[in-house]
T-cell receptor, first 114, second 112 residues
């Protein structure tokens, strides 16, 4: 597959528990953020996004929290399932919503334990 | 999944040879992107296109060129491959430079 052998921080979570993945972003001017999921051998897949005028957004089993004061983003996954095992990374857009020059984080590997 | 495919999926080439990677999307997306993914780095933008024949450089464009002759195709060329270009390359597209960029499966390129 197309995994890149990244030596990433790893979060191990028991199946059924909630997962929290964190991301520190770099640019205080960034006003749009995205979380991606990348499974082994696949390209990144969009999970959820949030704009800077919000501090929380919920999707199906996922919630993104944004703390602009400390430039921190988190992804919460409820009732983690084996299919959630993947690398998760955040992206910030310092150019604002509607532009495309994203800065991507290096990611966190989520391992779901049976 | 969006219809975006990359070819080849794997390639080994020698230093100094030209290499072209292909990206094809069937979503009629206006914007297309080439990224590279390396250990210790997030995805880094090489080049992008905002329409047919409209392209611009990303943050790591040196040694790469692109062409977009049709909406659906975006080619990435390494004019003279170097070992530092060994990487996994991802193509992406989105409708209007906005959210939900769809990524291809990636191409693992090894330059020996």
């Amino acid at each position: 597959g197309e995994s890149v052998g990244l030596h990433l921080p790893t979060l191990s979570v028991q199946e059924g528990d909630n997962s929290i993945i964190n991301c520190a972003y770099s640019n205080s001017a960034s006003d749009y953020f995205i979380w991606y999921k990348q499974e082994s051998g696949k390209g990144p897949q969009f999970i959820i996004d949030i704009r800077s005028n919000m501090d929380k957004r919920q999707g199906q089993r996922v919630t993104v929290l944004l703390n602009k004061t400390v430039k921190h983003l988190s992804l919460q996954i409820a009732a983690t399932q084996p299919g959630d095992s993947a690398v998760y990374f955040c992206a910030e857009n310092p150019g604002g919503y509607g532009t495309y020059k994203y800065i991507f984080g290096t990611g966190t590997r989520l391992k779901v334990l049976a | 999944d969006a219809g975006i495919t990359q070819s080849p999926r794997h390639k080994v080439t020698e230093t100094g040879t030209p290499v072209t990677l292909r990206c094809h999307q069937t979503e009629n997306h206006r914007y297309m992107y080439w990224y590279r993914q390396d250990p210790g780095h997030g995805l880094r933008l090489i080049h992008y296109s905002y329409g047919v024949k409209d392209t611009d450089k990303g943050e790591v464009s040196d040694g790469y060129s692109v062409s977009r002759s049709k909406t659906e195709d975006f080619l990435l060329t390494l004019e003279s491959a170097t070992s530092s270009q060994t990487s996994v390359y991802f193509c992406a597209s989105d409708r209007d430079g906005n959210t939900e960029a769809f990524f291809g499966q990636g191409t693992r390129l090894t330059v020996v």
